[in-house]
């Protein structure tokens, strides 16, 4: 009997709810949800460009220009078309490329997904294709497919594999101005363009992410492009920067996930799936004369932060010209893995913080009926937040393998919760203290907090640093704009 009861309320209910389900269909993502938990990922831009490090004719164009670095090279020395890849594919042999490295040193840094520029807006491919002649197999001495050996290579170590393909800005076509314009009509590029897909999405089995890059105002030609990955690769997961930037969200039908600006961590948590790319240091091709390299420090916590804000972060690697990644690049990958070794529970899965505000400390992680304070700052005087309600069952550092309990007050008036902290920083980069609850986690809806840590897009190309003050400041709005 009360079953059934059951069932009829449940069925009346139902019933009233059938416009509002009817109107809002839901989206079937089952294919995000690999990418929703990864959370971290490596990023690879390689191409023509990292031959020259940067360098022209003996000037360095490798600084930040706009968003431009030394992938830019053509563009920002103005070289033209003939020039540029009759010097620069010769000598494109980076006969150190091991595929097998690059994946087992993402791995082994807890990165579960792979996004490497197959087409820059240079218009080189790194892939064997029929669509043009501009390409490693044809144009350089190399001769070896670079997606090829590393899909194949993913594949095999069990991380996700993903392209980043340059599909509106290319020099040799319309996008390039200063002299030098693109000279490829509409029709043949577009034509390449098509080609090229579907070669990616063919020839190199599972293609988890298309990561698209700087797209043009054409919602039409961006959503055939869409349509035809979700054709080929059902499953691949697809950068909003299919679409420009104006293009209204509601309109970028076949965006999974919004790519944030380069470099930008929100101010407040994204609800929706969102990613940021960061670079090591200001460049993402490879730079002979960069040396502003964030500290391991800085890349742990701006994935913590990245967490906290629910957005993946897809770090940035720009390997040298004869193959290999750099020894800087590769001795901050150690560390960053030693640390997700230990600590990966409080970024894998997780959600966004439970509080829309950061701490003088840090800011929170959130799994089930767990909070994960990522400590990036120690006070000795012990570890206090607000805004979740009720006394925790049990705090403890993430690293101790006993999951010693460690001393809790929380007092309701506030709902202030402190947790006792020795005198030093077990881990100075990142301490992780989780704190469980017995019941679900319960937010106060009116807590206030002031500590925002952060970049905004104004200081965004000045990248993350280690300061006195961070964490200390009320940050200005973060932008949503390009
Ligand atoms: C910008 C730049 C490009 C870089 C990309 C990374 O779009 O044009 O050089 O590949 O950001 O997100």
Redesign the pocket.
Known sequence: MMTKNKSFSTLLVLLALMPVLAFSAPKNDSHMEWWRDARFGM?I?WGLYSVQGGEWKGTDYGKEQG???A??LMNSANIPKEEYRNTLAPKFNPTEFDAAKWVSTAKKAGMKYMVI?SK??DGFCLFETEATDYNVMEASPFKRDIIKELSEECAKQGIKFGV?Y?QF?DWYHRSRGRGNPGTMSTEAYLDLVEKNLDELLSNYGEMAVLWF??GGNDVIEADAQGARVRELQPNAVICS?LYSRRVPVGKRKYADFE?LP?RMLPKKRMTEDAET?MTMRHN??YDRNDDAWKSSKDIIEFLALCGARGVNLLL?VGPMPEGTLLPEEIERLKEVGEWMKVNGESIYGTNYSPVDFDFWWGAMTQKDKTIYLHVLEWKLEGIEFNGIVGKPSKAYFLADPKRKALPVTYKANGHVTKVEVPANAPDSRNTVIAVEYDAPIVTDQDAKGKYYWYTNRRVRHTDIRQSENAGRHALPEAVTGD
């Open positions: 990023f831009h968003g431009a670095s992938e830019w520029t820059h807006h980043y340059s800005k890059d700087t920067r790519s380069d790319c993402w091709g940035n």
